[in-house]
């Protein structure tokens, strides 16, 4: 397919993407705001925000820097590297929420900082709407489960569920399609979506190894086996599988971690 005719086939569903999601911000500026199913439970703290950083990275008044739990946004760009497609839109979608509320609400993961001193945090908007999901429900991050901090997930994943059924934002562009190993060169780390067949399993004292093959390995660390239910791992070998996580380098191999079994998706070998 020529590439001419490929961005004539998306565009329709581009075009929807964006006008649904400036009437959405027309609506949060007016002052009304989106409902939202995934449960708030208690808010530990009430805070202002100073600067929205990008979709899931926000600077309170007092300094701190907080990290929304559960989801990933596109990365704006930086001194190195261009932004992804839809980084400034998932942090103007961020931004009109905050702006309505002034004042948002903190629920702390079990887990309360990274390795970067960043609180992780759920936010809440006036009480009771779940930012992460409305941004999942938009098309405008992904749902990823980063253990011990596991609240919500399953509803995160099904809001992000609804968005990749209708093609919304992310879904619909061609840059976050998974890289198929084997067919397609790896060009970047970074969050990535990785499609293939697991063609060799290797288990040692503190890790699973998942072997892809093309220089591709998924690593499951022995503290995350216990949220795996199935942990006959010799029979994942076989299984062909879209996985989720942070895609790194290790000399001539690349890697990425499965911290949960959400993150690693069984698929049928045509789809």
């Not at 199913?37 to 007092?62: M, N």
């Not at 779940?130 to 099904?158: K, R, V």
């Not at 562009?173 to 060799?200: C, E, M, N, S, T």
């Amino acid at each position: 397919m020529s590439g001419a005719s490929h961005d004539a086939k998306k565009a329709p569903r581009t075009g929807a993407f964006f006008i649904a999601c400036i009437l959405c911000l027309g609506a949060l500026s007016a002052g009304s705001v989106l409902a939202t199913d995934c449960a708030v439970g208690p808010i530990d703290e009430r805070v202002e925000v100073r600067q929205i950083f990008d979709g899931d990275t926000v600077l309170l008044k007092d300094g701190r820097k907080v990290r929304l739990l559960g989801i990933n946004t596109p990365e704006m760009g930086r001194a190195d590297r261009a932004a992804e497609p839809l980084a400034n839109m998932a942090r103007k979608s961020l931004s009109a929420l905050i702006r309505q509320a002034r004042v948002v609400g903190l629920r702390y993961g079990q887990q309360r900082q990274d390795r970067y001193k960043r609180e992780l945090a759920h936010l809440i908007i006036d009480g009771h709407v779940n930012a992460q999901q409305l941004l999942l429900e938009q098309g405008l991050a992904m749902a990823i489960a980063f253990p011990p901090n596991l609240w919500q997930q399953t509803c995160y994943q099904q809001a992000e569920n609804r968005a990749r059924d209708k093609g919304l934002g992310i879904w619909g562009v061609d840059y976050f399609r998974p890289i198929v190993v084997g067919q397609q060169a790896v060009d970047r780390g970074g969050f990535r979506l990785i499609k293939g067949r697991i063609i060799h399993v290797d288990k040692t004292a503190q890790s699973i190894w998942l072997d892809l093959g093309s220089g591709m390995s998924l690593r499951i660390a022995r503290e995350d086996w216990r949220y795996f239910s199935d942990r006959n791992w010799d029979r994942w070998q076989g299984r062909n599988i879209v996985a989720r996580g942070w895609l790194y380098r290790r000399g001539e191999q690349w890697r990425l971690r499965i911290r949960h079994p959400q993150n690693i998706e069984i698929v049928r070998s045509e789809e």
